[in-house]
């Protein structure tokens, strides 16, 4: 039988290509906020469900949950509200989530979230970083303290979780250029955007890598398959979160 999915942020144009790839092979079903995006939703084959990080309850995420194999989180304030709604959909609306996970009765869906590059202890350099990426994490960690700082409480958190499976992408700066098909992924450098659609298709290849749990991905533009990088990084199972 085939998997039923379920993607948070469902409007967001991360999640609605997402939806376009697995809708090919799964049943998805993708939560929003806004009754008027359900439309756009089953565009792409997806069924719509009007729940708010903000607003509705944790057990009313576990009910929707409930009988799913995968949970994708892919939703943001994206700047918009300042740094009380990103606390409040990038961090609580994360742990909201994570919390009605270990709520489910029954078998637990695995837990696929979007953070990003960088998001890390800001005392804590990695070592593979250069001159271009400190400066480059120097410019973000000055530009978006809050988003950097509420994204780094959720994935710490995340980290910490024992009672269910989860995974972490951690994209650079998103672009809606067409995909390649490649990119850089694992320990790499900050400086290469990469595409949406790209981004879309190493989570959509997540859905069936149960064997990535416990790792997070470094994820920006670069030269290998997607398929090939993504096979390489879990196989070699070094995690780029580094605490
Ligand atoms: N932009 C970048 O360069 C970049 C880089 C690395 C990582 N990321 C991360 O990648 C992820 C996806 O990016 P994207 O470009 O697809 O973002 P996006 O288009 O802004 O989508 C975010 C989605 O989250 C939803 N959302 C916001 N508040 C909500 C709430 N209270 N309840 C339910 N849903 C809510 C939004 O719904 P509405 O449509 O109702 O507002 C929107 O559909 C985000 O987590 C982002 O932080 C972004």
């Known amino acids: 039988m085939s998997k039923k999915i379920i993607v948070i942020g469902g409007h967001g144009n991360v999640s609605l290509r997402l939806a376009k790839l697995l ?3 799964y049943s998805v079903t993708s939560v929003i906020r806004d009754a008027s995006q359900e439309k756009d939703i089953r565009d792409v084959s997806a069924t719509p ?15 929707a ?6 949970v994708y989180f892919s939703a943001g304030a994206g700047g918009k509200g300042g740094e009380e709604r ?19 009765d029954g078998p637990k869906p695995r837990l696929i979230l979007v953070s990003a590059i960088d998001i890390r202890d800001p005392e804590k350099i990695p070592a593979h970083y250069n001159e271009d990426d400190i400066a480059l994490s120097k410019k973000y960690r000055e530009g978006m303290p809050a988003y950097i700082h509420w994204k780094y409480e959720a994935d710490k958190n995340l980290s910490k979780r024992t009672a269910f499976k989860w995974s972490i992408l951690r994209p650079g700066g998103l672009t809606n250029d067409p995909g390649t098909g490649t990119a850089s992924i694992g320990r790499t450098h900050l400086t290469k955007p990469v595409s949406r ?3 879309a298709k190493v989570l959509a290849l997540l859905a069936e890598r149960e064997d990535a749990a416990g790792l997070a991905i470094d ?3 670069g030269n290998t398959p997607i398929e090939e990088g993504l096979d390489a990084f879990i196989k070699k199972g070094e995690t780029d979160f580094l605490g």
């Open 49 to 63: 469900l009007v729940l708010s990080l903000e607003d509705s309850p944790v057990s009313d995420f576990s009910k």
């Open 86 to 104: 990103t606390k409040k959909v990038d961090y609580e609306g994360a742990v909201k989530v994570f919390d009605a996970i270990e709520g489910v």
């Open 197 to 199: 659609d790209d981004v």
């Open 23 to 25: 809708s090919t092979t």
């Open 219 to 221: 994820f920006v533009g």
């Open 65 to 70: 949950f409930t009988g799913h194999e995968v």
